[in-house]
């Protein structure tokens, strides 16, 4: 028997490695990620808060500090800990996991809502219970549960109720617009839905204009139309039930091959800005800080995941959108890049951008499993 002690001790030890390499939300890198290729203006600098939420997409912040994350293709859910200066991970904890394409995350006290398709869910006092979260609570199963396009942004309005888009199951179809290629909006309980936005082919971000509360989105335009058109757009909604074109108009002036004859450009709502086609532009955040110069406050962020199908690759950065007086947009112009490579080899792909409390911008990335922190030191 006392032969044997050793290889019992060694299948013990073998199961716990096995066990805690499960738990773990990601393997550990061989070496750290390239950020010095992240080329950003003077003063701004870049680092990574964390290289272990793997598929890590959009983000959400709880009342005490932790940073929520979803995932697509993992299904699952993160809380990422930081230290008391935000600067730093201090652990990264699976909440939620078996979920279809939980991609949006968004707080309402100290609950915290999820997308998975046709279903959001609710984890309910979650900060206080990182290490043992509670089962998911459905709020609504009642959304269409096509996954092209089924992968939703989410995120509280300034109304308190829950804004849920609606992507075309497709890359260009004719579906009943009241479910399809729009953005709802419904009470936290997941009652009372209410069209918002039609003709939306598939928007990954929005946020609200601060002091106007004006809901501003980014949406994806359709694909094999050639490497040029059409652009992805940046618009705003003026009125409830606003409609912006799709199928039959893209990026305001663009008629589409197969449904633009049903209907002309100039019935519909053009967008506020054209953003480059296939760029893939996806989370956006209005710049609320004081960390960064003044001339940023009330700029628009915009996390541009890259494009698929085009010859030559485009996107892959952060953009930053500037506007007028008026709220009109004055110029675009590249805030972040070097996640694309000069030989068009690709080794991040943001997805999300978070304003934080102390004004640095945390930006998502899915290929990499990291969110990286930028921040604005003064004669640096």
């Keep these: 028997m006392r032969g044997r002690l050793p290889t019992i001790r060694q299948r013990l030890l073998g199961a ?47 009342p005490k500090g932790t940073l929520f ?81 089924g992968w939703r942004f989410i995120a509280f309005g300034p109304d308190g109720l829950l804004y849920v888009p609606v992507g075309a199951p497709c890359n260009v179809c004719n579906r009943d617009e009241d479910r399809y290629a729009m953005i709802g909006r419904m009470k936290p309980d997941g009652s009372n839905w209410q069209v918002v936005a039609r003709g939306v082919r598939n928007s990954v971000g929005f946020d609200w204009r601060p002091g106007s509360g004006e809901l501003w989105f980014t949406d994806n335009g359709r694909d094999m139309m050639g490497d040029d058109t059409p652009d992805d757009a940046l618009s705003r909604v003026s009125r409830t039930g606003e409609h912006f074109g799709f199928p039959y108009c893209h990026a305001g002036t663009v008629a589409d091959p197969v449904f633009g004859h049903e209907r002309q450009c100039g019935e519909f709502t053009p967008p506020m800005a054209p ?75 943001p997805v999300d951008v978070l304003v934080m409390p102390d004004g640095a911008l945390l930006v998502s990335d899915d290929l990499a499993g990291a969110i990286y922190r930028i921040s604005y030191r003064p004669g640096s």
């Design 16 to 62: 716990l490695a096995a066990l805690a390499l499960c738990a773990a939300p990601a393997l550990a890198r061989a070496a750290p990620l390239p950020v010095d290729r992240i080329v950003l203006p003077p003063g701004f600098h870049i680092a990574v808060l964390t290289d272990q939420v793997p598929g890590a997409r959009a983000m959400t912040l709880g």
């Design 275 to 349: 953003l480059g086609a296939h760029v893939a532009a996806l989370g956006m955040r209005f710049y609320t800080g004081k960390q960064f110069p003044p001339d940023y406050a009330g700029n628009i962020f915009i996390a541009e995941h890259g494009s698929w199908n085009r010859s030559k690759k485009i996107g892959y950065r952060v953009v930053r959108v500037v506007l007028d007086e008026r709220g009109r947009v004055d110029r675009q112009e590249i805030f972040a890049q070097g996640w694309l490579g000069a030989n068009e080899s690709v080794w991040g792909r």
């Design 69 to 149: 994350v979803g995932s697509r293709g993992e299904g699952k859910v993160y809380a990422v800990t930081l230290d008391a200066s935000r600067t730093r991970a201090t652990g990264v904890h699976t909440v939620a996991s078996g979920l279809n394409m939980p991609v949006g995350v968004a707080m309402r006290g100290d609950a915290l809502y999820i997308s998975a398709v046709s279903r959001i869910v609710r984890l309910d006092a979650i900060e206080a219970r990182l290490e043992h979260p509670p089962a998911p609570q459905t709020v609504t199963d009642r959304l269409p549960s096509e996954t092209h396009h």
